[in-house]
């Protein structure tokens, strides 16, 4: 199996005419914000770029995604959107050959709890398709969210040098 499913898939169904399997992209400008304590998904434009997505994956090697809870842009009944290939706990994708969705700076779309938390991996990877880079398939940056505030940090410090001193 390919590392990258995604790929393979859009040039076999050969909707990304040229799209070659080596053609990638490092991007930080599209993100997955990805909730760890409730699954909660959502693709962010974090930059001043406007991108013209049709094309997206979300895969995990530790099979940690949710199909079930996966809200997809087709199931939104946002134009053009399809779902593609075998939809399981290691790859989410979708294609629009007919048009795109473009994302503003600081725009998101929410894919609802497409992530297991349950699963005890963060290990995903997201990948997209921006018509502003042709031919290139971009790698975006996965962010778990919420990080651990110092706040907590800090309570679970006091109480673990308290109950050492209490000993």
Same mark, same amino acid.
């Given at each position: 199996?390919? !590392? /990258? $499913? @995604? +790929?393979?898939?859009?040039?076999?169904? %050969?909707?990304?005419?040229?799209?070659?399997?080596?053609?990638?992209?490092?991007?930080?400008?599209?993100?997955?914000?990805?909730?760890?304590?409730?699954?909660?998904?959502?693709? !962010? /434009? $974090? @930059? +001043?770029?406007?991108?013209?997505?049709? %094309?997206?994956?979300?895969?995990?090697?530790?099979?940690?995604?949710?199909?079930?809870?996966?809200?997809?842009?087709?199931?939104?009944?946002?134009?053009?959107?399809?779902?593609?290939?075998?939809?399981?706990?290691?790859?989410?994708?979708?294609?629009?050959?007919?048009?795109?969705?473009?994302?503003?700076?600081?725009?998101?779309?929410?894919?609802?709890?497409?992530?297991?938390?349950?699963?005890?991996?963060?290990?995903?990877?997201?990948?997209?398709?921006?018509?502003?880079?042709?031919?290139?398939?971009?790698?975006?940056?996965?962010?778990?969210?919420?990080?651990?505030?110092?706040?907590?940090?800090?309570?679970?410090?006091?109480?673990?040098?308290?109950?050492?001193?209490?000993?």
């Amino acid at each position: 199996m390919s !590392i /990258n $499913r @995604f +790929s393979t898939l859009t040039v076999a169904t %050969g909707l990304f005419c040229g799209l070659a399997t080596d053609a990638f992209g490092q991007s930080d400008v599209l993100s997955l914000d990805v909730d760890r304590r409730t699954g909660e998904t959502q693709i !962010i /434009n $974090r @930059f +001043s770029a406007t991108v013209q997505m049709n %094309g997206y994956s979300i895969q995990s090697p530790a099979s940690s995604l949710d199909p079930a809870g996966w809200l997809s842009l087709e199931q939104q009944g946002i134009d053009g959107w399809q779902e593609v290939g075998t939809v399981d706990v290691s790859l989410l994708a979708e294609l629009n050959p007919t048009s795109n969705s473009t994302l503003m700076p600081f725009d998101s779309l929410n894919l609802g709890m497409a992530y297991n938390p349950l699963a005890g991996a963060e290990d995903l990877f997201f990948e997209y398709v921006d018509l502003n880079e042709p031919g290139v398939v971009l790698r975006g940056s996965v962010e778990y969210v919420p990080e651990p505030s110092a706040t907590m940090l800090t309570i679970l410090g006091v109480c673990g040098a308290a109950a050492l001193r209490f000993r």
